[in-house]
């Protein structure tokens, strides 16, 4: 299979999940709308105050951390390249009442997804890694994001 291949199967498969997680328990979209914090304590603690800060999201899913870190403060832009976990993610930030832009875009083209802007402060969570074929080629996306000075924050337990 080539990796053509893979990265269509893997975009329909991550299109089918932002349905399923729009509507989970794990992701508690619930909970969130009613202002439960999401973001994990060690997080929070670690990266510090990130008011008035540029924030990017990459790999953001369906938005929930990226509009976590807008709740501390944070400006936010979160990257997917399922079109469907997109949508639910700006749906979410309208109900929320969050101004937060959503972009939809491969990870590996997020520099000229996001028209060459860059960000304070770029954020990898839980579970992203595992799906990147190229960790060296993603590390060079990042550095591309990052202002001078920035900072790469990577949340992962796989």
């Known amino acids: 299979m ?17 349905e399923r997680h729009e509507g989970s328990d794990f992701y508690d979209l619930a909970g969130m709308r009613s ?3 999401v973001m994990r304590r060690h997080e929070l603690q670690e990266l ?3 008011a ?3 924030l990017c999201h990459l790999q953001c899913h369906i938005g929930t951390d990226t509009l976590a870190w807008a709740r501390h403060g944070a400006r936010v ?11 639910v993610a700006r749906r979410l930030a309208t109900d ?14 997020a520099p000229a997804a996001l028209v060459g802007r ?7 969570g839980y579970g992203a890694l595992v799906w990147l074929p190229d960790l060296d080629r993603w590390a060079g996306v ?7 000075g920035g900072v790469l924050y990577l949340s992962e337990f796989h």
């Open 2 to 18: 080539t990796w053509e291949e893979r990265r269509a199967e893997n975009l329909l498969l991550w299109n089918e999940l932002a």
């Open 35 to 37: 202002g439960a914090e």
């Open 48 to 50: 510090g105050p990130v």
């Open 52 to 54: 008035g800060r540029s």
């Open 77 to 87: 832009t979160g990257l997917d390249f399922s079109t469907a976990a997109v949508e």
């Open 96 to 109: 929320l009442g969050i101004d937060a832009d959503f972009v939809v875009g491969d990870v590996y083209d």
């Open 118 to 124: 860059t960000f304070d402060i770029v954020y990898t």
């Open 142 to 148: 990042v550095a591309r994001l990052l202002k001078p």
